[in-house]
């Protein structure tokens, strides 16, 4: 062998030599790699946690309520005349006689002077006939046509001052009056409308349950109204009439709730959500709202279980219900006492170690209401 081939060898066997070396490194890097990832953890994931509890919930029957005013309609002139005087203002409150509007009566007035005079004729020749049919002088025929004067001038008088009557307007009960749709001077017309007119306080919430509800339903029940126009506000009544038949379309029944409505807040036309309280509660597992998982799959929540290396949060299927406030009714899935992840769920998969830290978890309640700024 050549000199010069010795030195090829050599090179050859010194670089396999180098590169087994430095693959022999690697592959002990790599190990001690592999080594220290199978034993270090993931740091725990910092959530909030809330106890599955049993609450004592109110049973309650919703549906969408249209307002509709206990007395309501428009004002109208009975006889037609000349707008004299307006006695309200558009959008007041009115109290049932008041003076609204008064028609033109000076004809009548003077017809009726006439009238009374003509009356007080007729009865001072009734009292005459009277006397002369007493002493005999004069004839029963006499005393029955002085009898029909007289009720004839009285009728006469009755009649005018009924016309007079007519021509003053007044509220037939207590409400607030809508814009008024006449002038003065205006002349109006029998059936004329002079304006709205609505009692609203009380105020009826009249509402369709379907027929499933007769059971549970009763007058008397508590009812409870609210509006999208005021959702920090609440309304409680109760219900007053069911109708005693089921409408054949739709099989649902009418009902009709009476609420208070002492400053006028509820107009008529207005549409609620309206609840029906059954007299007794019924005892549920709840959690909030903001513990669930939604799929389409299935719902789920994460439970925590101590193990001992600490808290794990698992993930476990459940049946959820209705909603009550910030909290779901669980139906199936859950126990009472158990504890969820309530905020944080969506940094969780499987099995995975937790912290918990409720110092920022939001509040949960059965009435929420919207926060005041």
């Known amino acids: 062998m050549s000199t010069k081939q010795k030195s090829w060898l050599l090179s050859v066997v010194g670089l396999l030599l180098v590169?087994?070396?430095?693959?022999?490194?690697?592959?002990?890097?790599?190990?001690?790699?592999?080594?220290?990832?199978?034993?270090?953890?993931?740091?725990?994931?910092?959530?909030?946690a809330a106890e599955v509890q049993s609450l004592e919930l109110e049973v309650t029957t919703p549906a969408v309520a249209s307002l509709v005013a206990v007395h309501g309609g428009t004002l109208g002139a009975e006889l037609p005349g000349l707008v004299r005087e307006i006695h309200f203002e558009s959008g007041a409150a009115v109290k049932r006689g008041q003076v609204l509007v008064r028609l033109d009566t000076t004809v009548e007035e003077a017809q009726l002077a006439g009238a009374i005079a003509d009356d007080a004729l007729a009865d001072i020749q009734l009292e005459r006939e009277r006397a002369l049919r007493r002493s005999g002088s004069d004839t029963p025929a006499d005393l029955d046509a002085a009898e029909a004067r007289a009720k004839k001038t009285a009728s006469?008088?009755?009649?005018?001052?009924?016309?007079?009557?007519?021509?003053?307007?007044?509220?037939?009960?207590d409400g607030r009056i809508?814009?008024?749709?006449?002038?003065?001077?205006?002349?109006?017309?029998?059936?004329?409308p002079i304006a709205s007119l609505q009692s609203v306080s009380p105020i009826y919430a009249?509402?369709?349950?379907?027929?499933?509800?007769?059971?549970?339903?009763?007058?008397?029940?508590?009812?409870?109204?609210?509006?999208?126009?005021?959702?920090?506000?609440?309304?409680?009544?109760?219900v007053t009439t069911i109708n005693p038949e089921v409408d054949e379309a739709t099989r649902n029944v009418?009902?009709?709730?009476?609420?208070?409505?002492?400053?006028?807040?509820?107009?008529?036309?207005?549409?609620?959500?309206?609840?029906?309280?059954?007299?007794?509660?019924?005892?549920a597992l709840v959690i909030p709202a903001t513990a669930i998982m939604y799929a389409p799959y299935g719902d789920s929540v994460f439970v925590l279980e101590k193990r001992d290396a600490g808290l794990v949060a698992k993930q476990r299927f459940i049946g959820a219900g209705e909603r009550r406030g910030d909290f779901v009714v669980i139906l199936s899935g859950l126990s009472a006492g158990e504890s969820v992840v309530s905020t944080g769920a969506f940094k969780l998969h499987g099995e995975t170690p937790v912290i918990v830290n409720n110092a920022l978890a939001p509040s949960a309640s059965l009435t929420p209401s919207p926060r005041e700024e």
């Open 19 to 48: 590169v087994g070396v430095i693959v022999a490194i690697k592959v002990a890097q790599i190990g001690t790699m592999i080594r220290v990832g199978k034993s270090m953890k993931p740091p725990p994931v910092a959530v909030s």
């Open 254 to 283: 009418h009902v009709r709730a009476t609420l208070p409505n002492a400053d006028g807040f509820l107009r008529p036309g207005m549409f609620g959500r309206v609840e029906v309280i059954a007299p007794e509660k019924k005892s």
């Open 156 to 173: 006469a008088v009755a009649s005018l001052r009924a016309t007079i009557a007519k021509k003053t307007i007044r509220a037939p009960y």
């Open 206 to 238: 009249d509402f369709y349950l379907p027929q499933d509800a007769l059971a549970q339903l009763a007058v008397g029940q508590r009812a409870r109204l609210k509006v999208d126009v005021a959702p920090q506000r609440e309304w409680a009544g109760q």
């Open 178 to 192: 809508a814009i008024r749709e006449i002038e003065l001077g205006q002349l109006v017309a029998p059936g004329t």
